[in-house]
């Protein structure tokens, strides 16, 4: 076994995810790499002593600039909001540092794609934990096996309902396209239509504020929006996303459709996968419930007991095992940055299509 020095960008929501699972994933999955939690990094010196104590990090900072350059610290995930992304990025890579960040990777997709030509080869990769469950990494092997046949359909959402009170306040979620609906929640979902149905050729979006104003201040991003798309493969795509969907708390679903049957998921109930095969008996045939267990990708070293189920941290524990993985062996995992400027690039095009209310070609952007 080999130390690593980790250095995390950001403290907060995020930045406590990936500490832990720093922290967890060498017992979980016995890495040949093992972390350290070399330094963390955070707006002002007290916020940064108070996350260092917390999360059990030797150092801490409130300059990544000293976090990027210390010597300990082999390898760096960015936590941070995402107009630091390119800086911190490059920064790193100059350094020949491995870097994890977490989506969107850029603010802009211009610096998405300058965070993949500074990525070079290069270890990188971009945070994208839903499509990690269990479940859904079953999912895209039935799909890989040919379960349900080619694809004909996919309809996917990411809904949530933190922002569905007109009355909540304004806050930095409420400004900046980078932290609207399509910057902050659509990529999730994005990314898994990708992974479960390919790329996307060409879509048409409408994109909007529904309260355009609330206590505090003026919305200048938006609430929801909504796309049909054309997959490479012929398939047709519908996805919706939103911040205000009453009692959507973590409405990660997607419901595919292929020559032979049919797949649905939804992250509410992150431990299923509900599976319809056109080909049994009659008085049978219908979706079933898989409950994940131990013979599903990445769930028994969590737990040995069928149905007992995977978390939300458990995926970033995934993801840990996975960037260590990739350093180990220098060989790129998905996603990677590459992986991650596809993501921005449909975002993108869903803007352009909005404004110009057109079917836009993806590859254009």
């Known amino acids: 076994m080999t130390g690593i020095g980790i250095g995390i960008v950001g403290g907060g929501y995020m930045g406590k995810a990936h500490a832990v699972a720093m922290s967890a994933v060498g017992a979980v999955f016995n890495t040949a790499l093992r972390p350290r939690l070399e330094m963390v990094c955070a707006t002002n010196p007290v916020s940064a002593e108070k996350y260092r104590t917390a999360y059990g990090f030797a150092r801490c900072t409130d300059d990544w600039r000293v976090l990027v350059n210390d010597p300990k610290v082999e390898a760096v995930i960015i936590a941070s909001p995402q107009e630091t992304h390119l800086?911190?990025?490059?920064?790193?890579?100059?350094?020949?540092?491995?870097?994890?960040?977490?989506?969107?990777?850029?603010?802009?997709?211009?610096?998405?794609?300058?965070?993949?030509?500074a990525a070079q080869g290069q270890v990188s990769m971009t945070g994208f934990n839903y499509i990690r469950t269990p479940a859904s990494q079953f999912a895209r092997r039935l799909i890989s096996e040919g379960a349900i046949g080619d694809i004909t359909w996919f309809r996917g959402e990411h809904t949530e309902d933190f922002l569905a009170d007109p009355q909540q306040p304004a806050t930095w979620r409420t400004t900046g396209d980078a932290n609207g609906t399509m910057g902050d929640l659509a990529p999730h979902m994005i990314n898994g239509a990708l992974a479960l149905a390919g790329p996307i050729a060409s879509l048409i979006a409408e994109v909007e504020t529904v309260h355009a104003k609330r206590p505090g201040g003026e919305v200048t991003n938006d609430d929801h929006g909504q796309m049909m798309c054309r997959f490479a493969n012929g398939a047709m795509g519908q996805m919706y996303f939103s911040r205000i969907s009453h009692g959507r708390k973590m409405g990660y679903a997607y419901e595919i459709t292929g020559t032979k049957g049919a797949i649905r998921f939804d992250q509410e109930d992150q431990n299923a996968l509900w599976f319809y095969q056109s080909d049994e008996p009659e008085a049978t045939r219908g979706f079933r419930k898989i409950l994940t267990g131990p013979a599903h990708p990445d769930y028994e070293p969590f737990c040995q007991g069928p149905g007992h189920g995977t978390g939300y941290q458990d995926q970033i524990i995934i993801e840990a095992r996975d960037f260590l993985r990739a350093i180990e062996t220098g060989t790129p995992v998905w996603p990677t940055f590459q992986d991650g400027l596809e993501v921005n690039q449909v975002v993108a095009a869903a803007l352009a299509s909005s404004h110009a209310k057109a079917w836009v070609d993806v590859a254009t952007l």
Do not use: W
Request: glycine residues 4%.
């Open 87 to 117: 800086s911190i990025a490059t920064a790193a890579f100059a350094l020949n540092k491995p870097v994890f960040c977490e989506k969107p990777l850029g603010a802009s997709l211009a610096d998405s794609r300058a965070m993949v030509a």
